[in-house]
């Protein structure tokens, strides 16, 4: 089954993949990538040669789409001069007449894998990448450590040292925090999203170059935020399953303004091996079945929701209690709750609106890092709708149905291709239900799909709206406004005498009244009959 992908991908990079065979020799030059085969049997040496005498550091990395490999600085690897993983490095400190470095690359599986490896040269004024390492194995490790869940991405490294001359001794990581140690170091945090629905190695390979060097990094990258020395090393984002990410880091050392980058790090947040629920099919039967049936029901809310108000009203409600809205009181079909029902709805399009203005950058300002002031914000921004509305039911009503309907559409696609559009609402669900997302960082890519299933939404949601106003145009006003339908009834009362609630008696007299009854209730009940004096 893998067979002919290999083929592709060799042909796609043929004159670029060569070494010695039976020696198993790959002959490097700085700042060059190669791709190589690897296999568990036979290891492959990694060899550069005239080394500068200038560079003071060489940092090689190697990185595989899905399988393992190991680098070592020696032919038997060993747990402080290895690494294993999918995007792995190692640094090598050069000592003085120091020309030649040599590492050796294998990989765990059987069969061959495809990789493309990397050695770049630093010079002594520039930041070692994990040059303070005290939590991992090995004693300088400029790997970022990624793991994921269903719901975040959590990245880990270790502090970097400043840099030194060859044959010096690496400054001390724990003497003080002034300008003159590591604490003056900065790290940017960089996020890189691979094309959508490609999920082919050649791909990655191509696109992870982009993420190595500090000046391509910089020029391709997204820049999520920076941390300084006092900040802890590790950052959560939201997981994309499905999609392809790159993370790298670069250190700065603002006082010499150099920099340093970090070992790539990919993820797409699936597995490529499971049977069920793998890289190629996200979503389950029921799951797609599910999403399909509701894009039927949000087509007919589109365009017929108005004309069904009842139906879409007990629709729209039953979404708001299950996103934490509102619920109907036993007054649920009597006329005096319709403003309670356009409030409801108005909710739900307000929460979709909420939900959009935090799908954007504001999202991810450090301010809304606090649950409280999220919720309140979030709260209010979605409250705008209906408050806004609460004079014009009937476009509140057909807005509603026809943009909340028309984005179920939009949840149903997301089951077949992958759109960034359904994280919408599925973030904001997910910070319902883990108490930790907030510390994510929410960005998502917003490519050639998305644009395509954005215009169909919007589309969906202009169509619907305009085909109700024009059916509604000659329909007397439904449902009634409250105001106007109580103003109507306190005239009618006003003015009709045979009408029996024209003849209930004013407020303050029937105030007075129940206040005489209660006072009865106290008084002490009379004797009922003649009494005499007892004559003796």
């Known amino acids: 089954m893998r067979v002919l992908p290999h083929v592709v991908m060799l042909l796609g990079f043929l004159g670029v993949l060569r070494y010695g065979g039976a020696s198993g020799l790959l002959e ?6 190669r791709n190589v085969l690897l296999n568990r049997t036979n290891p492959v040496e990694a060899v550069i040669r005239n080394i500068a005498s200038n560079v003071t550091v060489v940092i090689f990395q190697v990185h595989a789409q899905q399988s393992n490999v190991v680098i ?12 294993i993983g999918v ?37 002594e004024k520039d930041p070692i990448p994990g040059g303070c390492n005290l939590e991992f194995d090995l004693e300088v490790d400029p790997n970022i450590y990624l793991d994921y869940t269903l719901a975040d991405i959590h990245i880990k490294f270790a502090p970097a040292n400043l840099g030194y001359t060859r044959g010096a001794n690496p400054p001390s990581c724990d003497s003080g925090t002034g300008q003159n140690s590591r604490w003056r170091l900065q790290y940017d945090v960089y996020q890189y999203f691979l094309p959508e629905n490609d999920l082919s190695e050649m791909v990655l390979m191509s696109h992870i170059r982009k993420m190595s060097e500090v000046q391509s990094i910089k020029g391709n990258g997204i820049k999520m ?19 392809g990410v790159i993370y790298n880091v670069i250190v700065w050392d603002p006082l010499w303004n150099t920099s340093a980058a970090y070992i790539p790090v990919h993820t797409y947040a699936c597995s490529f091996t499971d ?48 996103i934490g809205g509102l619920l109907l009181a036993a007054s649920w079909w009597r006329f005096g709750s319709v403003l309670l029902c356009m409030f409801i709805i108005g909710l739900v399009l307000g929460f979709l609106f909420s939900s959009t203005v935090f799908f954007t950058p504001l999202g991810d300002y450090r301010v809304f890092r606090d649950d409280v002031v999220f919720w309140v914000t979030f709260s209010c921004v979605a409250l705008m709708i209906p408050v806004l509305f609460v004079g014009c039911p009937r476009i509140l009503n057909i807005l509603a149905s026809g943009i909340v309907g028309s984005y179920a559409v939009v ?26 997302f907030s510390r994510a960082y929410t960005n998502v890519p917003f490519q050639t799909n998305d644009f395509i299933i954005l215009s169909v939404w919007a589309m969906l949601a202009l169509s619907g709206v305009t085909v109700q106003l024009r059916r509604e145009r000659s329909e007397v006003p439904f449902p009634p406004h409250p105001y106007l339908t109580w103003k109507r009834e306190r005239e009618r009362r006003s003015t009709n005498v045979l009408d029996p609630s024209h003849h209930i008696p004013p407020l303050r007299e029937r105030i007075h009244n129940k206040l005489l009854h209660i006072k009865e209730f106290f008084q002490k009940e009379q004797p009922a009959g003649e009494r005499t004096p007892l004559l003796l």
């Open 87 to 123: 995007d792995k490095g190692l640094v090598s400190i050069l000592r003085p007449q120091q020309t030649v470095c040599t590492w050796y690359l294998r990989s765990l599986d059987a069969s061959q894998v495809l990789s493309t490896a990397i050695s770049i040269p630093y010079m």
């Open 225 to 243: 935020l920076t941390l300084t020395a006092d900040d802890k090393t590790n950052v959560y984002f939201s997981s994309l399953p499905g999609q």
């Open 275 to 322: 049977l069920v629920d793998n890289c190629s099919s996200l979503s389950k039967l029921s799951t797609k079945v599910f999403f399909t049936a509701l894009a039927v029901v949000g087509l007919f809310t589109c365009f017929f929701g108005h004309r069904f108000w009842k139906t879409v009203r007990l629709i729209l409600t039953a979404v708001a209690g299950i």
């Open 72 to 83: 070592s600085f020696d032919k038997n690897p060993s747990v402080n001069s290895s690494g």
């Open 28 to 33: 490097l030059s700085l700042g060059k990538f």
């Open 411 to 436: 949840l149903a696609i997301a089951c077949y291709v992958y759109t960034s559009l359904a994280y919408i609402t599925l973030d904001l669900l997910r910070r319902v239900l883990n108490d930790y």
